[in-house]
């Protein structure tokens, strides 16, 4: 049979769908949320955000995930295309609406005349027809032990953690102040997408401490305490030097503070706009595992939190991923069973923007396998190409974890200037070679 399967109606699920049946191929998605949950969707919507609601940097010339954003929306990308739709003021950030976005996507997937839903949980690797397994961090645990006794290599799992999100109203605003870093954004909206809780010494001190002393969820055993190393727990940070928040979430630069206009902040916690109405804010980069209770009270130290009230506590989560490596071809299809391929986190990218963009190249893939189309590789100069070629070979498969986009990745330009004076000359060369290539890979469709 011709028809597409694809498993998980996530970010990257979602993305695959759209792409190949846009290409014309019939295409059914499983998903089995509502009926099967995880612990961190809360809906049955097909390309629900899970954690935080921004897809980063949607700067496209200086910036690897903003290149990303620029090459989805040149391939009519479905994520892309609703994130622009929903989106939120949040300086040169995309941050979106998030229950708008996934409604969105999940109208759009289900009206197409190419597409059709199934709400079932899928358990097992078929040995025939065209599938995408797409199926993210939290695969279901009876399809991932069907993973791993097809693969023979371990599914690892290890801790990312969520940042809490607490309401607009509860927050002191005679100490907090809203202000963006370095005023960056042009609309008095975008100006406003961020709160400010300064911290004197004696009070960043107390923090710290409080924190390092706070109860933790402990990891099941056998678990590998790994993190995602841009989304390590502000407990984690602090424990690795006093000093580590100060210089990272907890930065006090490019902001002034609105009460106290000549004093310096020793620390300042920010907070970032959760929801167009602007009710909810996330604290940003507070992604934490520390115990409910512990939690509440060690953030409500923070000077303007004291009465805050939390719509959603951080949580710690597990992720699940393959040695893709090892186990996938240059197409993402499993090298020991070609019918089935893999797309989204589990091929180890990570984040919203790399996962979808996984999916738009399985969908085109699996598509273009079906119609009989031939293919030219994916450009490697493009941060598609960049990134596929990283998780299906160009990493070390010994010590691969998972991988964001950046300008590492990709193939150096020559006759340009190295060091930090050169670096600006430097990605602007990487973002106009990858959009010349993506431009001509994205022609060789039509
Ligand atoms: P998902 O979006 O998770 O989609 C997978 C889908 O497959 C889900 O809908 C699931 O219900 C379904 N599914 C699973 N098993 C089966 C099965 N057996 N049968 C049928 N359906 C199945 N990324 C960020 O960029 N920013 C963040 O702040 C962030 N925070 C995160 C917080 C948590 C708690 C977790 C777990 C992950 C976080 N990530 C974050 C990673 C984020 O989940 C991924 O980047 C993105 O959602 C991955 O897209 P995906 O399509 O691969 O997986």
């Known amino acids: ?3 597409l399967h694809i498993v998980g109606g996530g970010m990257a699920g979602s993305e695959a769908a759209w792409q190949a ?3 014309g191929v019939q295409v059914v998605i499983h998903e089995m949320r509502p009926k099967v949950k995880t612990f961190a969707h809360q809906t049955g919507n097909l390309g629900e955000m899970v954690c935080s609601n921004s897809f980063r940097s949607d700067d496209d010339e200086q910036n690897a995930v903003g290149l990303l954003h620029w ?8 994520i892309m295309a609703t994130a622009d739709k929903h989106r939120l003021p949040a300086g040169g950030a995309l941050a979106v609406d998030r229950e708008p976005f996934a409604q969105t996507v999940t109208e759009n997937l289900q009206r197409h005349p190419n597409i059709s839903v199934s709400y079932e949980e899928v358990t097992t690797l078929p040995d025939d027809g065209h599938w995408i ?5 939290l695969t279901s645990s009876a399809l991932g032990q069907a993973i791993q006794a097809e693969t023979g290599a371990e599914a690892l799992a290890f801790f990312d953690a969520i940042a809490p999100i607490l309401y607009a109203d509860s927050i002191d605003m005679s100490q907090a102040w809203m202000q963006s870093r370095y005023d960056k954004g042009e609309t008095e909206e975008e100006q406003t997408a961020y709160l400010n809780c300064p911290m004197t010494k004696d009070q960043y001190e107390a923090f710290i401490d409080a924190l390092l002393a706070a109860e933790k969820t ?4 056998g678990e590998t305490a790994g993190y995602f190393d841009g989304c390590l727990p502000i407990e984690v940070m602090a424990e690795r030097g006093r000093e580590t928040l100060r210089f990272g979430p907890m930065k006090p630069v490019g902001l002034t503070n609105a009460h106290k206009p000549d004093e310096k902040a020793y620390a300042v916690v920010q907070l970032r706009r959760d929801n167009k109405l602007a009710t909810l804010f996330n604290i940003v980069g507070f992604q934490t595992k520390m115990k409910y209770g512990a939690q509440t009270q060690v953030l409500r130290m923070i000077p303007g ?5 939390f719509a959603r506590l951080g949580g710690i989560h597990r992720n699940t991923f393959l040695n893709s490596p090892t186990l996938l071809d240059a197409q993402m299809r499993l090298k020991t069973k070609p019918n089935i391929r893999f797309a989204g986190q589990i091929t180890g990218v990570e984040g919203y923007v790399e996962s979808s963009a996984m999916g738009l190249l399985a969908g085109r893939m699996a598509a273009a396998e079906i119609l009989g189309q031939d293919l030219p590789e994916v450009p490697q100069d493009s941060a598609m190409g960049a990134l596929i070629h990283h998780i299906t070979g160009g990493a070390e498969a010994k010590t691969f974890q998972p991988m964001n986009v950046n300008f590492g990745l990709f193939r150096p330009v020559d006759g340009l200037k190295g060091g930090r004076r050169g670096r600006k000359d430097r990605y602007k060369a990487y973002t106009d070679r990858a959009k010349t290539v993506w431009s001509e890979w994205i022609r060789s469709f039509t």
């Not at 397994?133 to 961090?137: E, M």
Request: glycine letters at 8%; zero cysteines; a negative charge.
């Open 1 to 3: 049979t011709q028809t």
């Open 305 to 309: 939190l004291r009465d805050a009230q």
């Open 71 to 78: 090459e989805m929306r040149a391939a009519n990308g479905l």
């Open 21 to 23: 049946a846009n290409m």
């Open 133 to 137: 397994f797409a199926t993210g961090p």
């Open 218 to 221: 402990e990891f099941h055993e």
